[in-house]
């Protein structure tokens, strides 16, 4: 009997805690869905069965008049800011309320990987935006391409061989190859080869950091319902200590001193060499309203955490994208045509040779990438976490500190009130008279103080990448392709598609 009193008691109070926000948005005239019990109104999240971004485009498509929704994450209360002014505010003008990405449920339980620029919070993503910055200048940029024109070179042997053959090529993986292999050479001066080596150690590395199973999700499900009980949860423990193992290496290859490459690995080691850096806090501010003076070490957890988050990112958004760009243009042969004319015309200026200055002139190539990126951007949603109460003006509605706001892009990237046809894979709707008319909801790298800071890279070896494949092949679908591929409900951060994205590649006459 005292037992099921206890049981009993442990359902109230699980049944209170977890229904004790189920009001919130109700009280602020905000529509939302009914939240369950546990769950909010995340169930097919936390089921597997959907990814954070397909939820918000479904909230997004469900309250079309609507310039917010309400939403639950579990017990928490999100806001899904639809409307572009809104999130222009959010991302850029009143960044001081939003410098909080949010992406740890529990900020005081900070495991060794959100140390990372990418997810790093207040103070630390200041310090790490500032130092970090000059690594990427034009002046550099252009410095690495050599590199890059030797893994474009690599990549056209290692697709020549898939043509002579008349096999399909998973063009989702050759191109992850490729963009693995370009950062261990530009960040961390490795010559790795993944694209002929099917079990390079770097590329299990990249896969195992965006293969999430079972266990993960339970992780997060936990971490989400219950943060301060579960708070010592790892969600990155499996990568852990490959990531301490290669930052230990790639530094003990050069003595533990920069090298004069000049590259990611060499910045990084000049920032922890200087020692304490003092600057001023984006957080704390004293009583006259002038920022804090705060003291930052950059220690060996934080140092590890940059070049697994540049690693990561520089080579699953890039192949993720241009991927989905060869997807494309295999299923619209006519701007397929288009972009081969483009190719043609710029490698015949520039002595029929891939260099920085022939990619950019291959505007119509840069154009069809651009919208691959509106179709399937790599990063479907943003979030903000609000570090002060907030009051939207226009809405009268005033959220709460610690609430999340979600940005949708992928629903933002498909709405035909802003697109014209937007499945259609239309290029031309980036020529520069049409780019202005849509910029403000054309978000693949964000908006604001924490876009994405590797854009200019990314953009550059995608193109190069996409170049070598399209000057020498024509590419098709594959017996297996799917015209519109099935985002995969696992992938968590970049989005990924089931089965890849198969194709044919054909020698051009």
């Known amino acids: 009997m005292i037992a099921l009193i206890l049981f009993l008691i442990f359902i109230a109070v699980v049944y209170l805690y977890n229904t004790r926000n189920f009001k919130y948005w109700e009280k602020k005239g905000v529509k939302h869905d009914k939240p369950v019990v546990l769950f909010g109104n995340n169930i097919k999240g936390y089921l597997m069965q959907q990814t954070k971004s397909q939820a918000a485009a479904e909230m997004y498509r469900k309250y079309p008049n609507e310039k917010v929704i309400g939403y639950y994450r579990s017990a928490r209360p999100e806001l899904i800011v639809k409307d572009p002014e809104l999130i222009k505010k959010i991302m850029v003008t009143d960044f001081q309320h939003f410098f909080y990405r949010g992406f740890n449920p ?13 997810a790093a919070e207040g103070d630390l993503w200041k310090m790490l935006r500032t130092r970090m910055t000059p690594a990427f200048t034009s002046a550099k940029l252009k410095g690495m391409f050599p590199l890059i024109i030797e893994r474009a070179e690599k990549l056209q042997a290692r697709t020549l061989e898939a043509a002579k053959a008349g096999k399909s ?109 003092e600057f001023e806090s984006i957080e704390k501010v004293l009583p006259n309203g002038d920022s804090e003076k705060v003291v930052m070490n950059f220690t060996d957890d934080i140092f590890m955490s940059q070049l697994l988050v540049f690693f990561a990112a520089g080579f699953e958004t890039s192949s993720n994208s241009t991927s989905m760009t060869l997807h494309l243009l295999a299923y619209n042969p006519d701007e397929q045509k288009k972009v081969h004319e483009d190719i043609d015309k710029a490698l015949a200026k520039h002595n029929n040779k891939l260099s920085y200055d022939a990619i950019r002139d291959m505007p119509y190539l840069e154009m069809a990438f651009k919208e691959a990126m509106r179709i399937l951007p790599a990063l479907g949603y943003v979030s903000r976490l609000c570090s002060r109460d ?35 894979f239309k290029p031309e709707r980036f020529l ?24 200019r890279l990314g953009l550059m070896q995608s193109l190069a990448g996409l170049a070598a494949i399209l000057s020498k092949f024509e590419v098709k679908p594959a017996p297996e392709s799917k015209r519109h591929p099935e985002i995969d409900p696992l992938s968590e951060i970049v989005q990924g598609v089931i089965g890849g994205l198969p194709l044919i590649f054909e020698e051009r006459k």
Not at 435 to 455: H, N, Q
Request: net charge negative.
């Open 390 to 424: 907030y009051t939207f003006e226009e809405l009268g509605l005033t959220i709460d500190k610690e609430v999340r706001v979600v940005i949708p892009i992928q629903a933002l990237h498909m709405d035909p009130k802003y697109w014209d046809e937007p499945e259609e």
């Open 106 to 118: 529990n900020r005081k339980a900070v495991e060794p990987v959100f140390h990372s620029l990418f």
């Open 169 to 277: 090529l998973d063009s989702r993986e050759l191109m992850a190859r490729y963009t693995t292999d370009f950062i261990g050479a530009c960040a961390f001066g490795l010559d790795s080869d993944s694209l002929n080596e099917e079990d390079s150690n770097f590329r299990k590395l990249g896969k195992k950091i965006f293969d999430a199973g079972f266990k993960d999700f339970i992780i997060n499900l936990l971490k989400e319902m219950w943060p301060e009980a579960f708070k010592n949860l790892k969600y990155f423990a499996k990568i852990e200590d490959g990531a301490r193992q290669l930052a230990y290496e790639v530094q003990k290859a050069r003595n533990f001193q920069p090298s004069g490459r000049n590259d990611f690995l060499d910045m990084m080691m000049e920032i922890k060499g200087k020692g304490a850096v």
């Open 432 to 455: 520069p008279e049409n780019a202005e008319k849509t910029k403000d909801v054309y978000l693949p790298f964000g908006i604001g103080p924490r876009s994405c800071i590797g854009a």
